[in-house]
């Protein structure tokens, strides 16, 4: 799901977007709130942007959601992405 997909959070995915287009991208980030806010497909959405080869969703500072990249990172079997849930009620350092 492309940024331009996401609903609420503007602030955040506006943060996110001009990382992209200054092409300034930290090593990690850490999506913190409450459940069901958002927090993993915002992540997603990042991963697209990041990973997405079209060059006219890249110049947007998003993903265009139908390359086969995108597609991956959708059904989670994107070989460069991966999602780690907690192990119990932390995330532990060897996860």
């Known amino acids: 799901m492309p940024f331009r997909e996401l609903q609420g959070q503007e602030a955040a995915l ?6 992209l287009r200054r092409g ?8 913190l709130g409450p459940h069901h806010v958002g927090k993993r497909t915002a992540a997603l959405a ?3 942007a990041l990973n997405c080869p079209d060059e006219a969703a890249r110049a947007a500072a998003d ?3 139908v390359c086969p990249s995108c597609r991956k990172i959708e059904q989670a ?5 991966e ?3 907690p192990d119990g009620q932390f995330l532990r350092i060897d996860q």
């Open 14 to 19: 506006g943060f996110l977007q001009g990382a």
């Open 24 to 31: 300034r991208i930290p090593s990690a980030y850490l999506f």
């Open 46 to 48: 990042l991963a697209q």
């Open 63 to 65: 993903a265009c959601g």
């Open 77 to 81: 079997v994107h070989p460069d992405v």
């Open 83 to 85: 999602t780690i849930r």
